[in-house]
């Protein structure tokens, strides 16, 4: 089984802060996505990763940047945390450019105080 | 721009009812379409997909989904859905990234 390992499942950070969000996966996929989850709004994307060193914009990208120096490894930065940005926090990787669905993390739940 | 629209953010139904959450999506090439469906406290799981073929698509635990072209519609059923069944569902569409709708909150009631 795929596996995508997020780090931290609940994490708590001051405004201001400087976050990293890491994230792994075991199946040598290419493609390396992170998303925000809200209520009601569903799941947004932030950033993705074709591959290694490299990294597009999504819908949301304000506010954080990621880094994709492995190919098993997808970081979320969160350069200055704040209030706005407490949610929760998913990655998740796939195979190819299309044709198959993603594999998920198990998330990680952002509070900034 | 694709997009996906879920028309109902909160359903609630009792046992052995039937079940249909509606899915429109708005793109003009070849899609991928999805269901995920996300259990209380668990992770995104993959429901169902549709690539191509049959348009009537069949996934886990007793779901299905019909993807209808001329409307843009891919609307996920279950005959009778069970009390294990309460979890949000995502439809989301695919070209080279997902799209995800809003989410519908589905409640079943013992």
């Known amino acids: 089984d795929v596996k995508v390992t997020q780090s931290s499942r609940y994490l708590v950070k001051r405004t201001g802060e400087k976050v990293f969000l890491e994230c792994v996966q075991d199946?040598?996929?290419?493609?390396m996505f992170w998303y925000r989850q809200d209520p009601g709004l569903g799941l947004r994307l932030i950033y993705f990763?074709?591959?290694?060193?490299?990294?597009e914009k999504g819908d949301i990208p304000e506010g954080y940047s990621v880094s994709r120096e492995k190919k098993e490894r997808f970081s979320l930065i969160l350069e200055s945390a704040s209030t706005n940005q407490t949610s929760m926090y998913l990655c998740?990787?796939?195979?190819?450019?299309?044709?198959?669905?993603?594999?998920f993390g198990s998330g990680t739940r952002l509070t900034v105080v | 721009a694709q997009s996906v629209s879920q028309h109902n953010h909160h359903v609630i139904l009792s046992e052995a009812a039937s079940l249909e959450l509606g899915c429109n999506y708005s793109?003009?090439?070849?899609?991928?379409l999805f269901w995920y469906v996300q259990y209380p406290g668990q992770h995104l799981q993959l429901l169902l997909k549709?690539?191509?073929?049959?348009?009537l698509v069949k996934g886990i635990k007793g779901f299905e989904a019909e993807f209808i072209k001329s409307k843009f519609s891919f609307n996920l059923r279950k005959p009778s859905v069970q009390w294990s069944d309460t979890a949000e569902y995502f439809c989301?569409?695919?070209?080279?990234?997902?799209?995800f709708g809003k989410g519908t909150r589905l409640h079943i009631l013992p």
């Open positions: 990763s074709y591959d290694v060193k490299m990294k």
């Open positions: 793109y003009g090439g070849t899609v991928n």
């Open positions: 199946m040598d996929h290419e493609n």
């Open positions: 549709y690539f191509s073929g049959d348009p």
């Open positions: 998740a990787s796939s195979e190819g450019r299309a044709n198959y669905g993603y594999t």
């Open positions: 989301a569409v695919r070209d080279d990234k997902i799209i």
